[in-house]
T-cell receptor, first 113, second 114 residues
Framework: GEDVEQSLFLSVREGDSSVINCTYTDSSSTYLYWYKQEPGAGLQLLTY?????DMKQDQRLTVLLNKKDKHLSLRIADTQTGDSAIYFC?????????????FGKGTHLIIQP | DTEVTQTPKHLVMGMTNKKSLKCEQH?????MYWYKQKAKKPPELMFVYSYEKLSINESVPSRFSPECPNSSLLNLHLHALQPEDSALYLC?????????????FGPGTRLTVL
Protein backbone atom coordinates (compact mmCIF):
# COMPACT_ATOMS: atom_id res chain seq x y z
CA GLY A 1 0.00 0.00 0.00
CA GLU A 2 0.94 3.62 -0.20
CA ASP A 3 2.15 5.63 2.76
CA VAL A 4 3.45 9.18 2.82
CA GLU A 5 5.17 10.62 5.89
CA GLN A 6 5.96 14.23 6.80
CA SER A 7 7.03 16.03 9.93
CA LEU A 8 4.16 18.05 11.37
CA PHE A 9 5.80 21.43 12.02
CA LEU A 10 8.63 23.57 10.67
CA SER A 11 9.55 26.99 12.04
CA VAL A 12 11.83 29.34 10.06
CA ARG A 13 12.80 33.00 10.14
CA GLU A 14 11.51 35.32 7.46
CA GLY A 15 14.09 35.53 4.66
CA ASP A 16 15.64 32.14 5.41
CA SER A 17 15.12 29.03 3.31
CA SER A 18 12.54 26.45 4.36
CA VAL A 19 13.06 22.77 3.64
CA ILE A 20 10.05 20.50 4.02
CA ASN A 21 10.71 16.77 3.86
CA CYS A 22 8.57 13.82 2.85
CA THR A 23 9.11 10.08 2.53
CA TYR A 24 6.96 7.68 0.56
CA THR A 25 6.75 3.91 0.30
CA ASP A 26 5.20 3.12 -3.09
CA SER A 27 8.00 1.57 -5.10
CA SER A 28 6.24 1.76 -8.47
CA SER A 29 6.83 4.68 -10.75
CA THR A 30 4.93 7.61 -9.40
CA TYR A 31 4.32 11.30 -9.60
CA LEU A 32 4.92 13.27 -6.43
CA TYR A 33 3.18 16.55 -5.71
CA TRP A 34 3.43 19.45 -3.33
CA TYR A 35 0.24 21.25 -2.36
CA LYS A 36 -0.17 24.33 -0.15
CA GLN A 37 -3.23 24.89 2.03
CA GLU A 38 -3.85 28.19 3.78
CA PRO A 39 -6.27 28.30 6.75
CA GLY A 40 -9.86 27.69 5.69
CA ALA A 41 -8.93 27.33 2.03
CA GLY A 42 -8.63 24.60 -0.58
CA LEU A 43 -5.41 23.11 -1.86
CA GLN A 44 -3.13 24.99 -4.23
CA LEU A 45 -0.90 22.90 -6.48
CA LEU A 46 2.67 24.20 -6.12
CA THR A 47 4.72 21.80 -8.20
CA TYR A 48 5.23 18.15 -9.03
CA UNK A 49 8.03 15.82 -10.04
CA UNK A 50 8.09 12.51 -11.82
CA UNK A 51 10.10 9.77 -10.21
CA UNK A 52 12.66 9.61 -13.05
CA UNK A 53 13.75 13.17 -12.23
CA ASP A 54 16.18 14.25 -9.51
CA MET A 55 15.39 17.92 -9.26
CA LYS A 56 12.92 20.50 -10.43
CA GLN A 57 13.15 24.24 -9.91
CA ASP A 58 10.39 26.79 -10.30
CA GLN A 59 11.19 30.33 -9.14
CA ARG A 60 11.59 30.16 -5.32
CA LEU A 61 10.69 26.48 -5.18
CA THR A 62 13.14 23.60 -5.59
CA VAL A 63 12.05 19.98 -5.40
CA LEU A 64 14.69 17.30 -4.77
CA LEU A 65 13.99 13.61 -5.15
CA ASN A 66 16.15 10.78 -3.79
CA LYS A 67 14.65 7.71 -5.41
CA LYS A 68 16.86 5.27 -3.54
CA ASP A 69 15.69 6.53 -0.16
CA LYS A 70 12.20 7.46 -1.43
CA HIS A 71 12.76 10.91 0.02
CA LEU A 72 11.30 14.11 -1.39
CA SER A 73 11.98 17.65 -0.26
CA LEU A 74 10.57 21.08 -1.05
CA ARG A 75 12.87 24.03 -0.57
CA ILE A 76 11.34 27.52 -0.44
CA ALA A 77 13.96 30.23 -0.87
CA ASP A 78 13.62 33.61 0.87
CA THR A 79 10.61 32.52 2.94
CA GLN A 80 7.95 35.21 3.34
CA THR A 81 5.02 35.59 5.74
CA GLY A 82 2.69 34.67 2.88
CA ASP A 83 4.32 31.25 2.77
CA SER A 84 2.81 30.41 6.15
CA ALA A 85 0.52 27.44 5.44
CA ILE A 86 0.27 23.67 5.61
CA TYR A 87 2.27 21.89 2.91
CA PHE A 88 1.13 18.47 1.77
CA CYS A 89 3.26 15.97 -0.04
CA UNK A 90 1.12 13.63 -2.18
CA UNK A 91 1.73 10.72 -4.50
CA UNK A 92 -0.15 8.94 -7.23
CA UNK A 93 0.57 5.87 -9.33
CA UNK A 94 1.04 5.79 -13.09
CA UNK A 95 -0.52 3.73 -15.83
CA UNK A 96 -3.84 5.52 -16.04
CA UNK A 97 -5.19 3.73 -12.99
CA UNK A 98 -8.17 5.38 -11.39
CA UNK A 99 -6.13 6.61 -8.46
CA UNK A 100 -6.72 9.61 -6.33
CA UNK A 101 -3.92 11.28 -4.46
CA UNK A 102 -2.51 9.84 -1.24
CA PHE A 103 -1.48 12.70 1.02
CA GLY A 104 0.98 12.97 3.86
CA LYS A 105 -0.28 14.45 7.12
CA GLY A 106 0.99 17.88 6.14
CA THR A 107 3.76 20.12 7.48
CA HIS A 108 2.69 23.34 9.15
CA LEU A 109 5.22 26.03 8.13
CA ILE A 110 5.50 28.76 10.75
CA ILE A 111 7.32 31.98 9.86
CA GLN A 112 9.06 33.95 12.60
CA PRO A 113 9.56 37.68 11.99
CA ASP B 1 -11.13 29.71 -16.98
CA THR B 2 -8.66 27.79 -14.81
CA GLU B 3 -10.77 27.42 -11.70
CA VAL B 4 -12.70 24.77 -9.87
CA THR B 5 -15.66 26.35 -8.10
CA GLN B 6 -17.70 24.87 -5.29
CA THR B 7 -21.00 25.89 -3.75
CA PRO B 8 -21.99 26.52 -1.08
CA LYS B 9 -18.92 27.67 0.85
CA HIS B 10 -20.50 26.72 4.15
CA LEU B 11 -23.40 24.40 4.94
CA VAL B 12 -25.05 23.55 8.24
CA MET B 13 -27.55 20.72 8.20
CA GLY B 14 -29.44 18.50 10.57
CA MET B 15 -29.20 14.73 10.53
CA THR B 16 -32.56 14.39 8.79
CA ASN B 17 -31.89 16.95 6.06
CA LYS B 18 -31.14 16.33 2.40
CA LYS B 19 -28.67 18.70 0.78
CA SER B 20 -26.31 18.77 -2.20
CA LEU B 21 -22.81 20.07 -2.75
CA LYS B 22 -21.92 21.33 -6.21
CA CYS B 23 -18.65 21.51 -8.09
CA GLU B 24 -17.98 23.01 -11.50
CA GLN B 25 -15.00 23.33 -13.83
CA HIS B 26 -14.67 24.69 -17.36
CA UNK B 27 -11.15 23.54 -18.13
CA UNK B 28 -12.30 20.62 -20.28
CA UNK B 29 -11.11 18.16 -17.64
CA UNK B 30 -12.58 14.67 -17.92
CA UNK B 31 -11.79 13.41 -14.42
CA MET B 32 -13.38 14.81 -11.28
CA TYR B 33 -12.93 13.87 -7.63
CA TRP B 34 -14.48 14.28 -4.20
CA TYR B 35 -12.20 14.35 -1.15
CA LYS B 36 -13.11 14.68 2.51
CA GLN B 37 -10.83 16.57 4.89
CA LYS B 38 -11.36 16.42 8.64
CA ALA B 39 -9.83 19.12 10.84
CA LYS B 40 -6.03 18.91 11.08
CA LYS B 41 -5.97 15.87 8.77
CA PRO B 42 -4.99 15.38 5.13
CA PRO B 43 -7.67 15.03 2.44
CA GLU B 44 -8.98 11.51 1.85
CA LEU B 45 -10.34 10.33 -1.49
CA MET B 46 -14.06 9.54 -1.63
CA PHE B 47 -15.04 9.23 -5.30
CA VAL B 48 -13.47 9.45 -8.76
CA TYR B 49 -15.38 10.12 -11.96
CA SER B 50 -13.86 9.65 -15.38
CA TYR B 51 -15.80 10.65 -18.49
CA GLU B 52 -18.90 11.04 -16.30
CA LYS B 53 -18.67 7.45 -15.07
CA LEU B 54 -17.90 6.51 -11.49
CA SER B 55 -14.45 4.92 -11.42
CA ILE B 56 -13.76 4.66 -7.75
CA ASN B 57 -15.87 4.60 -4.61
CA GLU B 58 -13.53 4.36 -1.65
CA SER B 59 -15.98 2.46 0.58
CA VAL B 60 -17.95 5.59 1.27
CA PRO B 61 -21.26 5.14 3.16
CA SER B 62 -24.41 5.29 1.03
CA ARG B 63 -25.56 8.46 2.78
CA PHE B 64 -23.12 10.15 0.36
CA SER B 65 -24.31 9.87 -3.23
CA PRO B 66 -22.23 11.37 -6.06
CA GLU B 67 -23.58 12.42 -9.41
CA CYS B 68 -21.86 13.66 -12.55
CA PRO B 69 -24.57 15.14 -14.82
CA ASN B 70 -22.04 16.29 -17.44
CA SER B 71 -18.32 16.72 -17.90
CA SER B 72 -18.26 20.10 -16.16
CA LEU B 73 -20.40 19.36 -13.11
CA LEU B 74 -20.05 17.11 -10.10
CA ASN B 75 -22.57 16.90 -7.28
CA LEU B 76 -22.49 15.22 -3.91
CA HIS B 77 -25.94 14.47 -2.49
CA LEU B 78 -26.13 14.21 1.28
CA HIS B 79 -28.84 12.44 3.26
CA ALA B 80 -29.12 11.30 6.88
CA LEU B 81 -25.61 12.43 7.73
CA GLN B 82 -24.00 12.01 11.13
CA PRO B 83 -22.14 14.65 13.17
CA GLU B 84 -18.87 12.84 12.42
CA ASP B 85 -19.42 13.67 8.73
CA SER B 86 -18.67 17.32 9.52
CA ALA B 87 -15.61 18.20 7.44
CA LEU B 88 -14.29 20.22 4.51
CA TYR B 89 -15.41 18.59 1.26
CA LEU B 90 -13.03 19.27 -1.58
CA CYS B 91 -13.67 18.81 -5.27
CA UNK B 92 -10.82 18.42 -7.75
CA UNK B 93 -10.48 17.92 -11.48
CA UNK B 94 -7.77 16.77 -13.85
CA UNK B 95 -7.31 16.35 -17.58
CA UNK B 96 -7.52 12.59 -17.21
CA UNK B 97 -6.66 9.84 -14.78
CA UNK B 98 -3.20 8.83 -13.66
CA UNK B 99 -0.19 10.52 -12.23
CA UNK B 100 0.73 12.69 -15.19
CA UNK B 101 -2.50 14.67 -14.76
CA UNK B 102 -2.30 17.33 -12.08
CA UNK B 103 -5.37 17.65 -9.91
CA UNK B 104 -6.69 21.15 -9.34
CA PHE B 105 -8.75 21.72 -6.24
CA GLY B 106 -11.69 23.95 -5.47
CA PRO B 107 -11.92 26.00 -2.26
CA GLY B 108 -14.12 23.41 -0.58
CA THR B 109 -17.48 23.34 1.20
CA ARG B 110 -17.27 23.40 4.98
CA LEU B 111 -20.05 21.12 6.21
CA THR B 112 -21.36 21.05 9.76
CA VAL B 113 -23.84 18.35 10.73
CA LEU B 114 -25.82 19.06 13.88
Amino acid sequence: GEDVEQSLFLSVREGDSSVINCTYTDSSSTYLYWYKQEPGAGLQLLTYIFSNMDMKQDQRLTVLLNKKDKHLSLRIADTQTGDSAIYFCAEIGTGGGADGLTFGKGTHLIIQP
Amino acid sequence: DTEVTQTPKHLVMGMTNKKSLKCEQHMGHRAMYWYKQKAKKPPELMFVYSYEKLSINESVPSRFSPECPNSSLLNLHLHALQPEDSALYLCASSQGLGGNNEQFFGPGTRLTVL
